[in-house]
């Protein structure tokens, strides 16, 4: 998945290249920016988040009865279910979007001309998206369950590619380019869809058909375990929309210039975070239907301490060197030097929420596999009333801006994975909350020796003075080789041998077949 995932986030950034190269800042990427946000927020809802959380463990269940029949009848009447709903709701999205826009985010767009009619269309043909995405999600669940990864993990290559060839082929010959990067995700999310159907009919048992019978027990049971994940959807989507809000009374340019800081923060949270995170539930749902509580502790613990590993040095490095870094990877084309700034200010911020929203994510799944998904809902209830006042008070009265948005984000992460310890806790027992302070410990000694390498390698080479984009791409590939060569060899000085044993647990996955890979099934 890890692999998978990398190459996705490289072809996510080449994806934002091109949205830098041509829109940059400008009032179209602010446009581009809510259209996108609106029918993504919920994805939390119905392809991601409070879906998914209900309806992995309980189809868990139904497989490791081993009743086929029930099982693809419990899933036929789920997929049909959310089908209905998810269609109805897209059109519902495209009816109320001119109201949305015209409501909430005209005061200052109106102050462009054309761009409040511009982000009303791009949000109307981005709806359909969120339909596509949310059955893909449901295929992705089963073959989750089913302990295959691959294909699932793999989609979202395919739809960073779709977006970047419709964005780059109809950039001309569309009103705008922004058009043609909507149309990306609109092709994209057929293409997740249609990826997974050969997969699914290949390596599972798993056959759907159309079955309205909604009154099925197992599709009441996740109806009932997802209810507070709705409320935590919708609490999210409060949280997005209040500080995409806020984001768009200020300057210009501010949408965009939070969004492509988000991308960086989201190259390291994708590329090893939701790869542990999505592949640990299906084991964290195996432990707690045994009710292996001692397992879970040491899948938490171990998950905790990867993420420990891999945010820690990323915070660093990103704080020391995002600036070189967002000139490299977009300061071209409609994406100039203020653009630069602009984001530079968000991403040093932005950096500090790596470490909690790892750490938030991986004990989500804990609550997810004990099907508690009140919990979780209650602490973002309270954290959203945090993240929302620090929003407007970093952003306005202080004046930080967009930062202060970023900034609030990071904190309100730090307070939801603080208040969940607490309750993990009573859950489950003792954390191993000490040895993972002293492996934090040696973690922040090697990340010390690795960003005093990096402070000194901008005073011997001042990437201020690098003019050309080939001079400012070696100075990045130079500090990133050299930092993380550093950090690695810290790491063995230090006793933290995480790399060996990600690699030896590579090694053993690729010499075990997958459940359902053993042997082929037929039709």
Not at 130 to 137: G, N, P
């Amino acid at each position: 998945m890890t692999a998978f995932t990398l190459l996705s986030r490289i072809l996510g950034l080449v994806r934002e290249q091109v949205r830098a190269a041509l829109i940059g800042t400008s009032a179209a990427s602010d446009a581009f920016g809510v259209a996108t946000m609106l029918p993504n927020l919920f994805r939390r809802l119905f392809a991601e988040g409070a879906m998914t959380a209900a309806f992995l463990p309980v189809f868990s269940e139904f497989l490791a009865k081993g009743d086929e029949e029930s099982t693809n009848a419990f899933l036929s009447r789920f997929i049909t279910l959310l089908t209905c709903v998810v269609a109805a709701f897209t059109l519902l999205g495209v009816a109320v979007t001119p109201w949305i826009i015209d409501t909430f985010f005209a005061t200052e767009f109106q102050n462009v001309s054309g761009k409040v009619a511009l982000t009303i269309a791009l949000t109307e043909w981005m709806w359909p998206y969120l339909f596509f995405v949310s059955v893909a999600a449901v295929l992705q669940a089963v073959l989750n369950a089913h302990k295959i990864f691959g294909p699932s993990a793999f989609t979202p290559v395919l739809l960073n590619a779709c977006i970047i060839g419709c964005g780059l082929g109809l950039a001309t010959t569309l009103p705008d380019p922004s058009y043609g990067l909507v149309a990306g995700f609109v092709v994209g999310g057929v293409v997740q869809l249609g990826f997974q159907v050969p997969y699914l009919l290949r390596w599972t048992s798993a056959r759907i058909r159309i079955d309205f019978h909604f009154s099925d027990p197992g599709v009441q049971r996740v109806l009932r375990i997802m209810a507070p994940g709705v409320f935590a959807a919708g609490i999210y989507q409060i949280n997005v929309f209040v500080s995409q809000w806020i984001a768009s009374s200020l300057p210009g340019g501010s949408i965009a210039s939070l969004q492509y800081s988000i991308r960086l923060q989201e190259l390291v949270l994708g590329l090893f975070v939701v790869s542990v995170a999505q592949v640990i539930l299906p084991t964290l749902s195996e432990q707690t239907a045994r009710d292996d509580h001692s397992g879970v502790v040491d899948t938490l613990a171990h998950a905790s301490q990867l993420m420990v590993w891999v945010t820690i040095p990323a915070t660093v490095a990103l704080m020391l060197i995002g600036g070189p870094i967002l000139r490299l990877l977009f300061q071209f084309g409609a994406f100039d030097a203020d653009s630069t700034a602009m984001t530079n200010q968000a991403l040093f911020f932005h950096a500090l929420g790596l470490l909690p929203i790892a750490l938030s994510r991986i004990q989500s799944q804990v609550f997810f596999a004990y099907k508690d998904l009140k919990t979780p809902t209650l602490v973002a209830a309270v954290v959203m009333v945090v993240h929302v006042g620090l929003c407007y008070g970093l952003a306005v009265p202080m004046g930080m801006n967009h930062a202060g948005i970023a900034l609030a984000g990071s904190v309100a992460a730090l307070l939801n994975t603080v208040i969940f310890v607490p309750v993990l806790r009573q859950r489950i027992g003792a954390l191993g909350g000490q040895a993972l302070t002293t492996f934090a410990l040696k973690v922040s000694a090697a990340t010390a020796l690795m960003g005093g390498a990096l402070w000194g390698y901008d005073r011997l080479w001042s990437a201020a003075g690098v003019e050309t984009h080939m001079g400012i791409g070696l100075w990045v590939a130079g500090a990133i080789v050299g930092g993380g060569g550093i950090y690695v060899v810290a790491c063995q000085l230090f006793g933290i041998n995480e790399l060996g044993e990600l690699l030896r647990s590579m090694r053993r996955r690729r010499s075990t077949p997958a459940k359902g890979q053993e042997s082929e099934q037929g039709e």
